[in-house]
C-alpha cells in the first residue's frame, strides 16, 4: 500500500549575478517552444474535425448590442457574441437580413464583439470588440450581408485602440455609442471610463476618469448612450444605477431605480423624446429585466422580467435601441424558454416591444436545432455514442459516430427540465438498451440516468444538498459503478448502476472536487475546483494513493507539469488529460501517464489546444473534455459552440482492438421520443438552412465515421491570424515576470 504522496513545484533562488544570464536564456527558451507556443503540442493527438452545425443566418447565440440605423429603420443591427458576428434584422416582414464577420484577428473579423452603434448620416456602423481592445468601422452599403458576394467586403473600412490604459487604449470596451455629431463614445468596464473619439478614431479623449474619484466615479460600466441633447448616460453596472454626464463629462444627475433598487444595470437606451429603458436583473433570481421610464424619469408601468437568468453570474451587457416610432428592440443574451402559440416553445433571443404595451414579441431565437449547440461545456465518449451538455441550450444530445456524428437524439425540456448541466458520462451495455447516460445538474442537485433513446431511467438526489450539493462530473468504471463529484459536499460519491450508494470518500483530502476520470490502473482521478492539484483515488475503497500539488506563485507561466486552473480531466487506459483555462491568456490541454511517487513534471506525455482561436483544431474558451480507449479525444470547445475531436496517431496511437460480437443496434422507441418539437423559427421567419436529419433506428446506412478507423495523420494546429496577440501567454505574462525579477 503506497502513502499518500504530494509533490510541489520548487522555487529556485538566483543570486543578483545570475539574473542577467537567467533574463537572456529565458529569452532564448521563448524563442525556442514553437511546438507549445503555437499550439502544436508535443506528439498530441491530430485535430480531425468539427462536431456541431453553425447557425444558420436569422439564428442569435448570446446576442448583446443593438443598434437601429439612424437613417434607415428597417435595418437593426445586433452583435451576436456568442457566434462572433453582426446580424441584421427588419422589425417586419421576414427580419433576417443577414449577417458578416467570424472569430478571428483577421481584418473584419471579431474576436469578443460586444456593442453596436451607427453614424447619424446613416454611412457607418461601428463594432467594439473587447477580445480585440478596439473599435472597428464599416461602411454599411459596402458590407455582404444579403448572401451575394459580389461588389461587396467584408473588410473594415478603419480601426483604432490597443490593450492598455491612457488615451485610445482599452482594457475590457464593452459599451459604444455614437452623438449627433458623429463622436464615438466608449465605455471601458475594466478600466471605469469613458472615452470620446472623433468619428475617424482621432483625438482620443478620457472623458470620466476613475482615477479621478468623486460621486461621478464608475465602477464596472457595461453599457452607454447619447441622448439628443448630447448627454452621456452610463450603465454603472456595479454600483448599481444609471449615471448622467454632460458633453464635457461633469455629473449632471443618477437614477437608482425608486423603491426597488437597480441591481447590476448593464444595458441603457435614450429616445429622441428623452425616454428611457434600463435593464438590469432581479437580485434574486438574476433573471433578467427591463424597465420603462418617460421623459420625465417617471417610470412607466412594472418592470418586465425576461425569460432565463444568468447562470454563471456574468451580468452581460443586455442590448436595446429604439425605433422611431417609439417600439424598441430588445435582446436577450439569456434567451430563456418562451410560448409560441399552444404548443410551441423556443429560446427567443430577439424581441420587438411596443410602445405602451408590456407583450414582447419575437424576432430571432437561438441556434438550438439538433447539432447546433449553445456554449457546450461537457462532453463524453463511448465506442458509438458521443454525449453533448448542450449547456446554454439546457439539454443533451446524442451524436452517433457509426453515422459520420450526426445528431440521434436530443433531450431537454420538458421530458428533462435540467437548468445548468455539469458533467455528461456514458456506460456503454452489451445492448443499446442497456446504455447508461449520466447528467449532473448543478443547480437542482440531481444526477439524471437515461437510456439512448431519451427516456429518463432513474433520477438520483430530491434536490436538497444532503445529497448532492451542486454536484460537478461525472465518470463510470467498467464495472458499471458511478463517480459524481459533489463539489460543495467535498466529496466524491459512488453509486452502483441501480442507484444504492456504495461509498463516500475524499473528504479529508479534497476541497471542492469538480473532474472526476477512471484512468490508468483504474484509479479515480480528480481535479478541483480552483486548486491546482490533482488527486488520484483507488475505487475499491476510496484509498488516496497519491496527490501531485503545484505552487500557484510559480505559475504565471506555468510549464509542463504544472496546473493552472485545470476546469476538465478526462481519462483512457493508458494517459490522463488535464483541461486548462482561465478564461484570458492561458489555455492547454495536458497529457499525463502519471505514477504515485512520480512528479508529474516527469509524467506529462503531450501538450496540445494551447493556442485559441476559431480555426481548424483551436478551441476558445473551451469546458469540457473526453477521451476513450480507441485513441479519440474530444474538447467541448464552449466559446465557438462545438465540440473539436482529435485522435491520436504515429508511435502513441492506441493498438486495435479485435472486434466483438456485441450487439449494437438502435433500441425501436415510439415517434414520441424522437425530438419531433424542433425549435421553431419566428412565424415569420423560415430557415435558410434545414438542420442534419434526425437517423432512423433502422437504418443501414454504411458508417461514415466508425471509431476504430485508422486515423488520418494530420499535422496540429499551428498559430494563425485566428489567435489574438493579447492571448499569447509567453509574451503578455512569462517575460514581462523576467524582465521584472531581473
Same mark, same amino acid.
Given at each position: 500500500?503506497?502513502?499518500?504522496?504530494?509533490?510541489?513545484?520548487?522555487?529556485?533562488?538566483?543570486?543578483?549575478?545570475?539574473?542577467?544570464?537567467?533574463?537572456?536564456?529565458?529569452?532564448?527558451?521563448?524563442?525556442?517552444?514553437?511546438?507549445?507556443?503555437?499550439?502544436?503540442?508535443?506528439?498530441?493527438?491530430?485535430?480531425?474535425?468539427?462536431?456541431?452545425?453553425?447557425?444558420?443566418?436569422?439564428?442569435?447565440?448570446?446576442?448583446?448590442?443593438?443598434?437601429?440605423?439612424?437613417?434607415?429603420?428597417?435595418?437593426?443591427?445586433?452583435?451576436?457574441?456568442?457566434?462572433?458576428?453582426?446580424?441584421?434584422?427588419?422589425?417586419?416582414?421576414?427580419?433576417?437580413?443577414?449577417?458578416?464577420?467570424?472569430?478571428?484577428?483577421?481584418?473584419?473579423? @471579431?474576436?469578443?464583439?460586444?456593442?453596436?452603434?451607427?453614424?447619424?448620416?446613416?454611412?457607418?456602423?461601428?463594432?467594439?470588440?473587447?477580445?480585440?481592445?478596439?473599435?472597428?468601422?464599416?461602411?454599411?452599403?459596402?458590407?455582404?450581408?444579403?448572401?451575394?458576394?459580389?461588389?461587396?467586403?467584408?473588410?473594415?473600412?478603419?480601426?483604432?485602440?490597443?490593450?492598455?490604459?491612457?488615451?485610445?487604449?482599452?482594457?475590457?470596451?464593452?459599451?459604444?455609442?455614437?452623438?449627433?455629431?458623429?463622436?464615438?463614445?466608449?465605455?471601458?468596464?475594466?478600466?471605469?471610463?469613458?472615452?470620446?473619439?472623433?468619428?475617424?478614431?482621432?483625438?482620443?479623449?478620457?472623458?470620466?476618469?476613475?482615477?479621478?474619484?468623486?460621486?461621478?466615479?464608475?465602477?464596472?460600466?457595461?453599457?452607454?448612450?447619447?441622448?439628443?441633447?448630447?448627454?452621456?448616460?452610463?450603465?454603472?453596472?456595479?454600483?448599481?444605477?444609471?449615471?448622467?454626464?454632460?458633453?464635457?463629462?461633469?455629473?449632471?444627475?443618477?437614477?437608482?431605480?425608486?423603491?426597488?433598487?437597480?441591481?447590476?444595470?448593464?444595458?441603457?437606451?435614450?429616445?429622441?423624446?428623452?425616454?428611457?429603458?434600463?435593464?438590469?436583473?432581479?437580485?434574486?433570481?438574476?433573471?433578467?429585466?427591463?424597465?420603462?421610464?418617460?421623459?420625465?424619469?417617471?417610470?412607466?408601468?412594472?418592470?418586465?422580467?425576461?425569460?432565463?437568468?444568468?447562470?454563471?453570474?456574468?451580468?452581460?451587457?443586455?442590448?436595446?435601441?429604439?425605433?422611431?416610432?417609439?417600439?424598441?428592440?430588445?435582446?436577450?443574451?439569456?434567451?430563456?424558454?418562451?410560448?409560441?402559440?399552444?404548443?410551441?416553445?423556443?429560446?427567443?433571443?430577439?424581441?420587438?416591444?411596443?410602445?405602451?404595451?408590456?407583450?414582447?414579441?419575437?424576432?430571432?431565437?437561438?441556434?438550438?436545432?439538433?447539432?447546433?449547440?449553445?456554449?457546450?461545456?461537457?462532453?463524453?465518449?463511448?465506442?458509438?455514442?458521443?454525449?453533448?451538455?448542450?449547456?446554454?441550450?439546457?439539454?443533451?444530445?446524442?451524436?452517433?459516430?457509426?453515422?459520420?456524428?450526426?445528431?440521434?437524439?436530443?433531450?431537454?425540456?420538458?421530458?428533462?427540465?435540467?437548468?445548468?448541466?455539469?458533467?455528461?458520462?456514458?456506460?456503454?451495455?452489451?445492448?443499446?438498451?442497456?446504455?447508461?447516460?449520466?447528467?449532473?445538474?448543478?443547480?437542482?442537485?440531481?444526477?439524471?440516468?437515461?437510456?439512448?433513446?431519451?427516456?429518463?431511467?432513474?433520477?438520483?438526489?430530491?434536490?436538497?444538498?444532503?445529497? @448532492?450539493?451542486?454536484?460537478?462530473?461525472?465518470?463510470?468504471?467498467?464495472?458499471?459503478?458511478?463517480?459524481?463529484?459533489?463539489?460543495?459536499?467535498?466529496?466524491?460519491?459512488?453509486?452502483?448502476?441501480?442507484?444504492?450508494?456504495?461509498?463516500?470518500?475524499?473528504?479529508?483530502?479534497?476541497?471542492?472536487?469538480?473532474?472526476?476520470?477512471?484512468?490508468?490502473?483504474?484509479?479515480?482521478?480528480?481535479?478541483?475546483?480552483?486548486?491546482?492539484?490533482?488527486?488520484? @483515488?483507488?475505487?475499491?475503497?476510496?484509498?488516496?494513493?497519491?496527490?501531485?500539488?503545484?505552487?500557484?506563485?510559480?505559475?504565471?507561466?506555468?510549464?509542463?507539469?504544472?496546473?493552472?486552473?485545470?476546469?476538465?480531466?478526462?481519462?483512457?487506459?493508458?494517459?490522463?488529460?488535464?483541461?486548462?483555462?482561465?478564461? @484570458?491568456?492561458?489555455?492547454?490541454?495536458?497529457?499525463?501517464?502519471?505514477?504515485?511517487?512520480?512528479?508529474?513534471?516527469?509524467?506529462?506525455?503531450?501538450?496540445?489546444?494551447?493556442?485559441?482561436?476559431?480555426?481548424?483544431?483551436?478551441?476558445?474558451?473551451?469546458?469540457?473534455?473526453?477521451?476513450?480507449?480507441?485513441?479519440?479525444?474530444?474538447?467541448?470547445?464552449?466559446?465557438?459552440?462545438?465540440?473539436?475531436?482529435?485522435?491520436?496517431?504515429?508511435?502513441?496511437?492506441?493498438?486495435?482492438?479485435?472486434?466483438?460480437?456485441?450487439?449494437?443496434?438502435?433500441?425501436?422507441?415510439?415517434?414520441?421520443?424522437?425530438?419531433?418539437?424542433?425549435?421553431?423559427?419566428?412565424?415569420?421567419?423560415?430557415?435558410?438552412?434545414?438542420?442534419?436529419?434526425?437517423?432512423?433506428?433502422?437504418?443501414?446506412?454504411?458508417?461514415?465515421?466508425?471509431?476504430?478507423?485508422?486515423?488520418?495523420?494530420?499535422?496540429?494546429?499551428?498559430?494563425?491570424?485566428?489567435?489574438?496577440?493579447?492571448?499569447?501567454?509567453?509574451?503578455?505574462?512569462?517575460?514581462?515576470?523576467?524582465?521584472?525579477?531581473?
Amino acid at each position: 500500500m503506497l502513502n499518500l504522496l504530494g509533490h510541489r513545484a520548487r522555487r529556485r533562488v538566483v543570486g543578483r549575478p545570475g539574473r542577467l544570464l537567467l533574463a537572456a536564456v529565458a529569452c532564448c527558451w521563448l524563442l525556442t517552444l514553437p511546438d507549445v507556443a503555437a499550439g502544436q503540442g508535443r506528439r498530441g493527438p491530430s485535430f480531425d474535425r468539427s462536431l456541431g452545425l453553425v447557425p444558420e443566418s436569422g439564428l442569435l447565440n448570446t446576442p448583446m448590442g443593438v443598434a437601429v440605423s439612424a437613417t434607415d429603420p428597417t435595418r437593426i443591427f445586433v452583435v451576436d457574441y456568442g457566434n462572433a458576428r453582426i446580424q441584421v434584422f427588419r422589425p417586419v416582414g421576414r427580419p433576417d437580413m443577414g449577417y458578416w464577420g467570424s472569430r478571428g484577428e483577421g481584418r473584419g473579423q @471579431f474576436w469578443q464583439p460586444m456593442d453596436v452603434a451607427t453614424s447619424p448620416d446613416g454611412r457607418y456602423v461601428y463594432v467594439v470588440d473587447a477580445g480585440r481592445a478596439r473599435v472597428m468601422q464599416f461602411e454599411i452599403e459596402k458590407l455582404c450581408i444579403g448572401g451575394i458576394d459580389i461588389g461587396c467586403s467584408r473588410d473594415v473600412l478603419n480601426e483604432w485602440g490597443s490593450y492598455g490604459s491612457g488615451p485610445g487604449a482599452f482594457r475590457a470596451p464593452t459599451g459604444l455609442a455614437v452623438d449627433r455629431k458623429g463622436r464615438v463614445y466608449v465605455a471601458d468596464e475594466a478600466s471605469g471610463n469613458i472615452q470620446v473619439f472623433e468619428a475617424d478614431g482621432t483625438d482620443a479623449r478620457i472623458l470620466v476618469d476613475q482615477k479621478l474619484g468623486g460621486p461621478g466615479v464608475l465602477n464596472h460600466p457595461r453599457d452607454i448612450d447619447v441622448d439628443a441633447e448630447g448627454q452621456i448616460w452610463v450603465a454603472d453596472t456595479e454600483n448599481h444605477r444609471i449615471v448622467v454626464f454632460d458633453g464635457e463629462g461633469k455629473l449632471v444627475t443618477q437614477h437608482l431605480g425608486g423603491a426597488e433598487r437597480f441591481h447590476k444595470p448593464t444595458g441603457i437606451a435614450v429616445a429622441p423624446d428623452g425616454s428611457f429603458i434600463v435593464r438590469d436583473f432581479d437580485p434574486s433570481y438574476r433573471s433578467p429585466r427591463l424597465w420603462r421610464y418617460d421623459a420625465s424619469g417617471r417610470l412607466s408601468g412594472s418592470p418586465i422580467t425576461l425569460e432565463g437568468y444568468d447562470k454563471r453570474s456574468r451580468y452581460l451587457l443586455q442590448g436595446v435601441d429604439f425605433l422611431p416610432d417609439g417600439n424598441a428592440v430588445v435582446a436577450n443574451p439569456y434567451a430563456g424558454v418562451m410560448r409560441l402559440g399552444e404548443s410551441s416553445e423556443t429560446a427567443v433571443s430577439l424581441y420587438l416591444l411596443p410602445q405602451g404595451g408590456d407583450q414582447l414579441q419575437p424576432l430571432a431565437v437561438r441556434g438550438e436545432r439538433p447539432g447546433q449547440f449553445a456554449y457546450p461545456m461537457s462532453v463524453a465518449v463511448g465506442k458509438r455514442y458521443v454525449v453533448v451538455g448542450d449547456t446554454d441550450n439546457q439539454r443533451i444530445q446524442l451524436l452517433d459516430a457509426e453515422l459520420g456524428y450526426a445528431p440521434a437524439r436530443v433531450v431537454g425540456a420538458p421530458e428533462l427540465p435540467l437548468e445548468e448541466i455539469a458533467g455528461v458520462a456514458i456506460s456503454e451495455g452489451a445492448t443499446a438498451l442497456s446504455t447508461r447516460i449520466y447528467v449532473s445538474d448543478r443547480a437542482l442537485n440531481q444526477i439524471f440516468v437515461l437510456d439512448p433513446t431519451g427516456a429518463v431511467r432513474d433520477v438520483w438526489g430530491d434536490g436538497r444538498p444532503r445529497d @448532492f450539493n451542486k454536484p460537478g462530473g461525472v465518470a463510470v468504471d467498467a464495472a458499471g459503478n458511478v463517480y459524481i463529484a459533489d463539489t460543495n459536499n467535498k466529496r466524491i460519491v459512488k453509486r452502483a448502476a441501480s442507484g444504492e450508494e456504495l461509498a463516500s470518500f475524499g473528504r479529508d483530502e479534497l476541497s471542492q472536487p469538480d473532474g472526476v476520470a477512471i484512468g490508468p490502473g483504474g484509479l479515480l482521478y480528480v481535479t478541483e475546483r480552483g486548486q491546482p492539484r490533482l488527486t488520484a @483515488f483507488r475505487t475499491e475503497d476510496g484509498l488516496a494513493m497519491a496527490r501531485w500539488d503545484a505552487d500557484p506563485l510559480d505559475m504565471q507561466r506555468p510549464e509542463p507539469g504544472e496546473l493552472l486552473k485545470p476546469v476538465a480531466i478526462a481519462a483512457d487506459d493508458r494517459f490522463v488529460y488535464v483541461l486548462e483555462n482561465t478564461g @484570458f491568456l492561458h489555455v492547454r490541454t495536458q497529457v499525463f501517464a502519471p505514477e504515485p511517487g512520480k512528479p508529474l513534471s516527469e509524467s506529462v506525455v503531450a501538450v496540445f489546444t494551447d493556442s485559441e482561436g476559431a480555426g481548424p483544431g483551436l478551441v476558445y474558451d473551451p469546458y469540457g473534455i473526453a477521451a476513450h480507449p480507441d485513441g479519440r479525444v474530444l474538447i467541448a470547445d464552449s466559446g465557438n459552440n462545438r465540440v473539436q475531436l482529435y485522435r491520436w496517431s504515429g508511435d502513441l496511437a492506441p493498438s486495435p482492438v479485435a472486434p466483438t460480437d456485441e450487439p449494437t443496434a438502435e433500441p425501436s422507441r415510439t415517434p414520441t421520443t424522437e425530438p419531433t418539437d424542433e425549435p421553431s423559427a419566428t412565424p415569420t421567419a423560415e430557415p435558410t438552412d434545414a438542420p442534419t436529419a434526425l437517423p432512423s433506428a433502422t437504418s443501414t446506412a454504411v458508417p461514415t465515421d466508425a471509431p476504430t478507423a485508422p486515423a488520418t495523420v494530420q499535422a496540429s494546429p499551428t498559430a494563425t491570424a485566428d489567435r489574438p496577440t493579447r492571448l499569447n501567454p509567453l509574451l503578455t505574462v512569462y517575460l514581462p515576470h523576467v524582465i521584472r525579477r531581473w
